[in-house]
């Protein structure tokens, strides 16, 4: 079991920067695939990053990069995201995720956080 708890969400102006967090729990956190999703209201989950357990093998969706960096520190158990050049379309909720087997579905993690929400203000 992996336990997995969001933060860092809240409100940024349009252009401006936050940076999530992730801190895992309960097992051995360097042998998962980590994620990030987000949904914002109204639409579907969608994948948004995702890193290698070791660090290497960073994938994005399209619409956040050269924007967004995600990033893991193993020694601490914590997954980032920072998020930088904010848009109107980046609030969401967003999810940690964690798979074993890697891909980059939903139906491919194996544990979930429950989100924390970021706002963007224009």
Known sequence: QVQLVE????????????????????????????????QALGKNREFVASIGWSGRGRNYVDSVKGRFTISRDNAKNMLFLEMNSLKPDDPAVYYCAASEKGG???????????????TVSS
């Open 7 to 38: 933060s860092g969400g809240g409100l940024a102006q349009a252009g401006g920067s936050l940076r999530l967090s992730c801190a895992a729990s309960g097992s051995t956190f360097n042998k998962y695939a980590m994620y990030w999703f987000r």
């Open 104 to 118: 980059s579905d939903e139906a491919d993690m194996d544990y979930w956080g429950k989100g924390t929400l970021v």
